[in-house]
């Protein structure tokens, strides 16, 4: 069982990470979907009060409130999978939920690049309503997450990707470090099933020597 979380500021690539992580066969519950239910189920238009009712849900319920929704997803997901992928982690206090959760068998990977690479990502994909249109602007949306603790989160990540090359050679990166992280995982729970590789199992006693 391996959890591998995401973390990063809008237009870093969190969702071509999650993309390949479903190439490789690992199922993805995002962060996200969480929220944009909670905003649908409020009334309100997920294009536009995504960020609002994010804030309203860790004021109400706490700043796991979140993770701590999210976590029977993941649950329900491993009861058939070897791993899952958590896309879009926001706050140290969610790491602190997933670390509890799942201990070294959690990994968090950041996932960074410049304001001005992540704003032509987000011009460029189209499917966020601008901020001449009422919607969020960059800045706007980097300060907020910010404020949940994302930089604290950032800061606790095992693995950090730079995503400034080309899409091909991020989404190589992101495949090997969840390739690793894996073999890594099964390779320590061979080693905990073998007695041999026990450093606390006692030694075998020598056999006795007859002599004639």
């Known amino acids: 069982m391996h959890v591998i979380g995401t973390v990063g500021l809008p237009g870093s690539g969190k969702s071509e990470a999650a993309a390949v992580a479903r190439d490789e066969g690992i199922p993805v519950v995002t962060m996200g979907d969480v929220v944009r239910q909670e905003t649908v189920d409020r009334g309100l238009d997920p294009t536009k009060d995504h960020g609002a009712v994010a804030k309203a849900l860790r004021e109400e319920n706490g700043p796991a409130a979140i993770a701590e929704r999210s976590l029977p997803m993941l649950e329900d997901r491993l009861e058939d999978h070897d791993a899952v992928l958590v896309d879009g982690i926001r706050s140290d206090a969610a790491v602190d939920v997933f670390e509890e959760r799942f201990g070294e068998a959690f990994t968090l990977i950041s996932i960074e690049a410049p304001f001005e690479v992540r704003e032509e990502r987000i011009e460029a994909r189209g499917r966020d309503v601008s901020e001449a249109e009422g919607g969020e602007g960059l800045a706007a949306r980097d300060e907020r997450e910010l404020g949940f603790g994302m930089g604290e989160a950032m800061e606790r990540a ?31 729970s061979a080693s905990t099933s073998d007695p041999e590789s026990d450093p606390g199992r006692e030694p075998e006693p020598e056999p006795e020597q007859e002599f004639p």
């Open 158 to 188: 095992d693995v950090v990707i730079e995503n400034t090359d080309t899409l091909e050679a991020f989404h190589e990166r992101i495949r090997e470090v969840i390739r690793e992280r894996l073999e890594s995982q099964s390779s320590g």
